[in-house]
């Protein structure tokens, strides 16, 4: 049953992020051939920007364990394009993470773990994102990377997956042993307050900084957050497709 899988890593936080190399670990581990090909710098929140109007360059990154990566001067898309297109090749399957931080609900729009895996899809690969849910400054890398290497790629490895569709994981900021277990989900709402916090500079001039702190309203027991919250490891499959299919006869009955 297995077989050793060819993959392309990359990430948003940038080549140096602990959550890359410690996912690179684990998947190699679990007996995988792993390139790397990320941000030089990190990029968090980039979304699915790629980069057209000036050059990309790639420079050999040497990790801890003495084997290299490639550093790339622009995003996370841009990773997927060059290293799928020239410098690593065709691959079983594109793997972005583990992410400093939640990509739960609608975040999952602004985030550049998950494009990366977008793009991999868009070109015709397989990708799951990989996301440690906590902001700490030291979370729990190794459990994230635990789970995608020895259950969601086993997963991956056993059964495939469909057309147009990746893989959002969210791992809980727990020892791997204390993990409650694995829920598919579906995405939930994310909403914010206080998103825009508008200063004035020495200069009496105004500036404005977009953050903002979490709304958690109650969301459905099905979703991301709720897996989350409650100490599962979320797995939302993503499809591309951000149609409306329920809401077209209404639209149709516009009559534009
Ligand atoms: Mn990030």
Known sequence: MFRPLRILLSNDDGIQAPGLF?????LERAGHAVFVCAPEKPRSACSH???LHKPLRASEYGFSDGTTGFAVSGNPADCVVLGLDDLVGPVDLVVSGVNHGPNLGWDVIYSGTVAAAMEAVILGFPGIAVSTASYAPRPC???AARVVAERV???FLARGLPHATLLNVNVPDLSY???RGVRVTVQGERHYKDRMEKRIDPNGRPYYWIGGQIDERETADDTDLAAVNSGFVS???ID???TNRAFL???AGWGL
């Open 141 to 143: 890398y190794e459990t």
């Open 49 to 51: 920007a790629i980069t």
């Open 22 to 26: 410690l996912l690179k670990q684990a």
């Open 249 to 251: 006869p209404d639209l």
């Open 240 to 242: 591309l497709d951000l």
């Open 235 to 237: 797995v939302t499959p």
């Open 177 to 179: 042993d204390a993990l």
């Open 153 to 155: 790629v086993a997963g």
